[in-house]
């Protein structure tokens, strides 16, 4: 036996106490169409002034009594609704139904996604040995922070100390040839073969950093061991090192990863269905479960330009600030990207909400017995909150919690329970 098997006794048991108790007619066979609900016989049926057919049991409206007519519910149009009465005054509070005003503030419209954090790749570089050589230095370590052109190795090369050689070499030849081009013991082509071959020289150099006046100071300190300098190339944290003292690694090997985290990427997978109300640079809010729900605001900042055959999904991402670095790579989040935001929404909890014929209602309260089932458009849902786009004012009272007797006296006559003559 299921839940709700289980239950519907219990819950037939606490809606009929709600409800008042009905007449006894002597008469059963004068009874109008609404025989059967309590209704006083044909011809006796109270009417309020203005000609207004009454329900003798409820003293409500004939027209608007959701006890006797819940089958009214069906055509009921937003903004429109039914009235329930109950037994007694003290009926609600003993089935703890509590109604307060709706709240006006803001609410966002959104569409919701997985998403998985990954680095930013603009700020992401793969530091790598320039020259083959041997390790000599490495400076930082693993989680380190270094700042722009920060020394993060250094490398000992057999083919950087034979260029510096012959950049130097090169130099001092140039200089010996414009001494005897000024002596005149040297012709002008000599001359403009050395200055030739020492840009030659230093081509390969400069490419790895050295500047034409270091290359000097290497030459004036010929026993002087030659090391090849890696910098970063940007502010960054190291999350990846590979890099050993003493170890011999060949050219273009990576040594570090350098990452800023200071920004990271949100990967997301967006349904085919909601690609219409997504655009670029719309919010996005990231709900972190292990970082105990906290959330974290971006900026969406591509759309994929196709969808997966098989999931139909499409990837987006977002660009979310993570300042105090409690983003990591690899995370899972809960994705919302705000695609409609009202300041002025009216708003309710979503446990205000009842599903009937298919359509939103809300309980308001009108007196300590008196209630009045209506009909509602909703708009956004987030965070157990509701928008109430129509149907409702601001200044009317609404059952916020345990409405759900009332759904049960509002339709208990279909099951049998409602006004019954004897």
Partial sequence: ????????????????????????????????????????????????PGGVKMCAEHNVPLAECGICKPQLAAGLKVGEGLKVRLAAKESAAMAGIQSALPVLGPMADGVECYAELV???????????????IIQEVPVDLGGKVEEKQLVAKIWSASIAEAVAKAV????????????????????????QAE??????????????????????LGSRPNEQVLMEVR????GEIVERTAVRGALVESGKPLFTLVDRSV????????????????????????????????????????????????RLAKARAEVANPDGLLKARMFAQARILTR????????????????EDKSFVFLKLAEDLFEARVVRTGARWDGKVEIAEGLKPGEEVVVNHAFPLKSA?????????????
């Fill in 1 to 48: 036996m299921n839940k709700m098997n289980r239950y519907f006794p219990l819950v037939l048991l606490v809606a009929a106490a709600l409800l008042p108790a009905c007449s006894r007619n002597s008469a059963p066979a004068a009874h109008d169409e609404h025989a059967g609900h309590g209704h006083e016989p044909a011809g006796e049926s109270a009417s309020a």
């Fill in 119 to 133: 680095f930013n790749q603009n700020k992401l570089a793969q530091i790598a040995a320039p020259v083959g050589g």
């Fill in 169 to 192: 070499l090169s130099h001092q030849t140039l200089d010996r040839e414009r001494r005897l081009r000024a002596d005149r013991v040297t012709s002008e082509k000599d001359l403009q």
């Fill in 196 to 217: 030739s071959d020492h840009r030659a020289a230093c081509q390969q150099l400069r490419t790895l950093g050295f500047t034409e006046e270091l290359i000097d100071t």
């Fill in 232 to 235: 970063a190339p940007f502010a």
């Fill in 264 to 311: 990271m990427w949100a990967m997301l997978n967006l349904p085919e269905a909601v690609l219409a109300r997504v655009k670029v640079g719309q919010t996005v809010e990231l709900a972190v479960a292990s970082l105990d729900g906290q959330t974290f605001t971006g900026k969406l900042t591509w759309i994929g330009a196709e969808v997966d055959e098989k999931t």
């Fill in 341 to 356: 935001v009202t300041e002025r929404a009216l708003v309710l909890p979503t446990a205000a909400l009842q599903r009937i």
């Fill in 410 to 422: 509002f339709l208990i006559s279909r099951l049998g329970a409602g006004c019954a003559d004897d």
